[in-house]
């Protein structure tokens, strides 16, 4: 596991290069060119808005409640996309596998990497929004964000080891997609992303929602971002605890499964 | 061999799981128990690529590879290049790797040709900073400079292998694996290759060259290994081995021949069965039938496979189903594609017609039948003078001529070389 992150380490500038690569021929002859990957989490921002700030009145904790769900979307569509996309990324590219001798562990990291980027040009338009919260009054944002980088350095750490770890099932199981995109659309309610951890009021519940992954992050994202305040311990080392175990078990699947995966994808 | 070899292969055997469907469970149990695919799957369970292969190559030797398709060429490179590893067995290479196998792999079809070239360098482990370097010399040596910032989609699949090829070379590789990749870009590209490949040889490179060109191997290679099955057959002095080789696939052709001829025959015994063939080669009265014709070498044996100048004997059995005073009998070999080499009947020759009245046999025998290498495909007729045929079989009988050197065409004469004034040869032919 260790081992798996040594060799990106050494390759960091091949795995930059594929990066690049990807983004490249992914905007390739577009027009707005990365401005689409901002339009997706946008185009949710407005229907959830509708749905829970207007029609269901989502109310406590939580005003302004765009801005509160905006919090927790972008760094949820970074998750789901880069494990959307990673899980494919040995399969897509068996062709490249069975010809180059690369590190494969590459492969998946990039799609992680890649929709990072995404994220990462995604933050101004966060910030954009908390500042014109504040201007409005409302005690969002602040000096706690400059602890960002720690939590989506954790993110990224659960999210590649994930992503290679279904990356390299995905090699034998090609049922390991479809299973993912549904319990992708599962996760996405049972993380406090679009409602505060507070509105669950019978307490068997909260424990419900821990299964996501990315329930401690999103609590850690709110906390930073929207109330403007450095997380508890607790959530800290909630999110350690989960980047390391996905990390742990993830890269030691793939490390497990490595010799096989060159054959069988 | 003072000197470590450049790659050492020991007793590698590649094991490949054969894809079964409602077996993805246990392909996965024993990935994750094992590490492995083939682990523990059983001898059904799996395909032997390669068994037991065993050679050492020096440093700065051109070592070749010869086999007929999936003999296991591919794989022995794919395990040199570090693509794949031995399931038993060791493989190992001392110094840097350029696998020349299916070039441009890595290149994506909707960016730049020259982001490319930077992709697919990183891809083979140079830094940005030595592809810049490089840059220029890829381009030169690719031909292609006006199309590097074209998407590679619009490439030509054979610019697609001049620039792939033009990228690895450059990467200076201590060992270069070619990949028969010299067949796909044309003339005036495969010869830049070669001259590049035969710069890095004398530059004390070593180069691993895979071709069916067993012309290119010989000329090209110190030494040489031929694959079968997966097995080593033979290894050493390039004339031996490929030869060795080439008997082997003359041989199997012979076998093929004999087959087609007997799988003829037997149709021929059921006629009922012999829907309408798209050519026809049987036409004639049949007043005269010929029932058999046989390919002899000089001690009577039945061959389908000469070396060019051996004798051949052709023996024709045949049968008149009525008394006849006029009647021809005529052999003529052509290739498969139609082109006439030779033809002659007993009326060009000569014999003038007594009678033919019951079971026959005729044989020519040509004491050197020099005709070049090839396949070739025997005619033979029974007719009267006048042309108007009794039994005229055409295609009857196919044979192959092998030849110990390349040339081309259908003949080939008896020949020396003989040379006077200011000509020198680096390396003569041996005897």
């Not at chain 1, 338009?125 to 919260?133: E, F, I, Y």
């Amino acid at each position: 596991m260790l081992s798996i992150l040594r060799e990106l380490i050494a390759r960091r500038g091949l795995l930059a290069t594929l990066t690049a690569r990807d983004l490249k021929a992914r905007y390739r002859g577009s027009v707005l060119g990365f401005l689409w990957s901002l339009a997706n989490p946008l185009l949710l921002l407005a229907v959830y808005t509708f749905v829970f700030g207007v029609v269901f009145r989502q109310r406590a904790l939580t005003q302004p409640y765009s801005l509160f769900l905006l919090c927790g979307l972008f760094p949820w569509v970074w998750f789901a996309t880069a494990l959307t996309e990673g899980t494919v990324a040995l399969v897509a590219n068996s062709a490249l596998l069975r010809r180059a001798v690369f590190p494969v562990e590459l492969l998946p990291m990039v799609a992680v990497l890649a929709n990072l980027l995404h994220f990462l040009l995604a933050l101004p338009v966060l910030a954009v929004a908390l500042l014109a919260g504040r201007l409005l009054g409302y005690p969002v944002g602040g000096w706690s964000a400059l602890a960002l980088p720690v939590v989506i350095l954790l993110q990224l750490v659960m999210t590649g080891g994930l992503a290679l770890g279904l990356a390299a099932l995905h090699v034998h199981f090609k049922d390991v997609k479809d299973l993912l995109a549904n319990l992708l659309a599962l996760l996405f309610f049972l993380t406090p992303i679009l409602y505060p951890l507070a509105a669950i009021e019978l307490p068997a519940l909260t424990y419900v929602v821990r299964v996501s992954p990315m329930t401690p992050f999103a609590l850690g994202y709110q906390e930073l971002l929207f109330h403007g305040r450095l997380p508890g311990p607790w959530l800290w080392a909630q999110m350690l605890g989960v980047a390391a175990v996905a990390w742990l078990a993830g890269a030691g699947l793939f490390a497990r499964l490595r010799e096989t995966l060159v054959e069988a994808a | 061999m003072s000197e470590a070899p450049a790659i050492r292969i020991e007793a590698a055997t590649k094991l490949f799981r054969r894809q079964a469907p409602g077996r993805h469970f246990r392909t996965l149990k024993s990935a994750l128990l094992e590490g492995s695919l083939v682990g523990r799957a059983t001898e059904e369970e799996t395909i032997t690529a390669l068994r037991d292969v065993s050679f050492e190559v020096a440093r700065g030797e051109a070592f070749g590879i010869v086999g007929s398709n999936g003999s296991g060429k591919s794989t022995l490179l794919k395990l040199l290049a570090g693509i794949l590893r031995p399931t038993r067995g060791r493989v190992l290479v001392d110094g840097r790797v350029a696998a020349l196998i299916e070039l441009g792999a890595g290149f994506h079809p909707e960016i730049s040709g020259r982001e490319n070239v930077f992709i697919n360098g990183a891809l083979l482990g140079l830094s940005r900073r030595e592809i810049e370097r490089r840059y220029e010399q890829i381009v030169d040596f690719s031909g292609l400079a006006d199309f590097m910032e074209e998407p590679v989609k619009n490439y030509s699949s054979g610019m697609y292998v001049r620039l792939g090829f033009a990228v690895a070379i450059h990467t200076d590789p201590e060992i270069l694996l070619v990949d028969e990749v010299l067949a796909v870009g044309d003339e005036s590209f495969a010869h830049r290759c070669l001259r590049r490949i035969e710069e890095l040889l004398a530059a004390g490179r070593t180069v691993l060259f895979v071709s069916h060109s067993l012309a290119l191997v010989e000329g090209l290679c110190d030494r040489v290994a031929w694959l079968e099955g997966g097995t080593l057959r033979a290894v050493g002095e390039p004339r031996r081995v490929v030869d060795a080789y080439r008997q082997a696939v003359a041989e199997a052709e012979s076998a093929e021949h004999q087959r087609s001829k007997e799988e003829r025959e037997a149709a021929e015994a059921a006629p009922a069965e012999a829907a309408a063939p798209a050519e026809v080669l049987r036409w004639g009265s049949g007043a005269a039938e010929i029932t058999a014709v046989r390919l002899l070498d000089e001690v009577g044996a039945e061959r389908y496979h000469f070396a060019s100048g051996e004798a051949v004997t052709i023996e024709i059995s045949a049968v008149a189903r009525e008394p006849l005073s006029d009647f021809v009998f005529g052999v003529a070999i052509a290739t498969p594609r139609g082109v006439e080499c030779w033809g002659t009947n007993t009326d060009l020759e000569g014999y003038e017609p007594g009678s033919f009245s019951g079971p026959a046999t005729v044989r020519v025998r040509c004491p050197a039948l020099r005709l070049g290498a090839g396949e070739y495909q025997l005619d033979v007729a029974v007719h009267a003078r006048s042309g108007s045929p009794y039994d005229y079989r055409r295609k009857l009988v196919a044979f192959t001529i092998t030849t110990p050197r390349a040339g081309v065409g259908v003949y080939a004469p008896e020949r020396e070389w003989r040379f006077a004034g200011e000509v020198v040869w680096r390396r003569r032919p041996e005897p």
